[in-house]
C-alpha cells in the first residue's frame, strides 16, 4: 500500500504534450486519483448523455467548452474522492476555471510539460486511445501489443475525432490563448514547476524525482 500525502496537484501542457502518458505514471507511482476532463467530456460523448451531444461539435472544431459547464463537471467529481490526493490533467485550462478551482480547494503544485509544438503535431497523427479508460497508445512511441487492440480489454482502439491536423493547429491556438495565461497565474503563485524537452521517457525521471523530493512520504511503502 502506498502511504498518501493529501496532495492536490494539476498537470499543464499543450495538447499532445504527454500530459496523459505522465499522468499514469505519476498515479501508477504515487497512487494519486487521475481526473482528466477530456477523458471526462469524451466519456459523455461515448455515452451519448446531453451533455456529451453539446460539447461534441466544441471538442471537434478544436475550441474550449464553456467554462462554467466544465467547472462544474470537474468540482462535482472531485467531491465523490474521499480520500487520497489527486491530479487533474487538462483542467484548468483558462484563469476563470483556475480561480472557479481556487475557490474550493489550495492547489500546491503544478507540472507544466513544455513540449515544442512540431514535436506534437507528428504524435498526435499516430495516437490511438482507448476511450472507456483514456488509455493511449503511438504506433511509435508505446504501440499496443496486437495493433489497433487495448491491452488490457481488447476493445478496438479509435483515433480521436480531434487529431485532424486541421483540428490540432486550432488546438494549439486555444492553448496559446487561452491557457498559457494559466501558467503565469500559477507561477505568480509559486506553485509552477516546467519539464522541458521532446521526449516523454527524458521528461519522466525528472517529474519523478520532483514528486519523490517534494512529497517524501508518497514514495514510502508500507510494509
Ligand atoms: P484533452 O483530452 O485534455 P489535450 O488537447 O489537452 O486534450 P491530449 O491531446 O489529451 O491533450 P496529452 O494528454 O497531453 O494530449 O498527451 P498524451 O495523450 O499523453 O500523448 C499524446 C500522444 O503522444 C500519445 O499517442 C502518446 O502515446 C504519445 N507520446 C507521449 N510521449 C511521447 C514521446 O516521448 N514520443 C512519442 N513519439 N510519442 C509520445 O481535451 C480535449 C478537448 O476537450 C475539451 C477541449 O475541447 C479540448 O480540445 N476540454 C476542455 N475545454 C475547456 N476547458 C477544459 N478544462 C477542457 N478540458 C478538455
Ligand atoms: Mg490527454
Same mark, same amino acid.
Given at each position: ?137 503511438? #504506433?511509435?512511441?508505446?504501440? @499496443?501489443? &496486437? ?9 478496438? =482502439?479509435? *483515433? /480521436? ?38 521526449? #516523454?521517457?527524458?521528461?519522466? @525521471?525528472? &517529474? ?9 512520504? =508518497?514514495? *514510502? /511503502?508500507?510494509?
Amino acid at each position: 500500500m502506498v502511504l498518501q500525502r493529501v496532495i492536490r496537484a494539476v498537470i499543464m501542457g499543450p495538447p499532445g504534450s504527454g500530459k496523459g502518458t505522465v499522468s499514469a505514471r505519476i498515479t501508477k507511482t504515487f497512487g494519486l486519483n487521475h481526473i482528466s476532463s477530456g477523458d471526462l467530456l469524451r466519456s459523455n460523448i461515448k455515452e451519448k448523455t446531453e451533455l456529451g451531444l453539446l460539447m461534441k461539435s466544441c471538442i471537434d472544431q478544436g475550441q474550449l467548452v464553456p467554462d462554467g459547464i466544465i467547472s462544474r463537471l470537474i468540482l462535482n467529481d472531485l467531491r465523490t474522492i474521499d480520500h487520497g490526493g489527486w491530479l487533474l490533467d487538462g483542467f484548468p485550462r483558462t484563469v476563470s476555471q483556475a480561480e472557479a478551482l481556487d475557490q474550493v480547494y489550495v492547489v500546491d503544485t503544478v507540472i507544466n510539460l513544455n513540449v515544442p509544438f512540431q514535436t506534437i503535431k507528428e504524435r498526435l497523427t499516430s495516437r490511438w486511445t482507448h476511450i472507456p479508460s483514456g488509455r493511449v497508445y503511438n #504506433t511509435d512511441f508505446n504501440p @499496443p501489443k &496486437v495493433p489497433g487492440i487495448d491491452d488490457v480489454t481488447g476493445d478496438a =482502439l479509435v *483515433q /480521436r475525432d480531434d487529431d485532424r491536423p486541421e483540428t490540432v493547429t486550432r488546438r494549439l491556438k486555444a492553448y496559446e490563448n487561452q491557457t498559457e495565461p494559466v501558467l503565469e497565474y500559477y507561477r505568480s503563485k509559486g506553485v509552477l514547476e516546467t519539464f522541458s524537452g521532446t521526449e #516523454t521517457n527524458k521528461i519522466w @525521471p525528472h &517529474v519523478e524525482a520532483f514528486f519523490h523530493k517534494k512529497i517524501p512520504s =508518497l514514495s *514510502q /511503502r508500507a510494509a
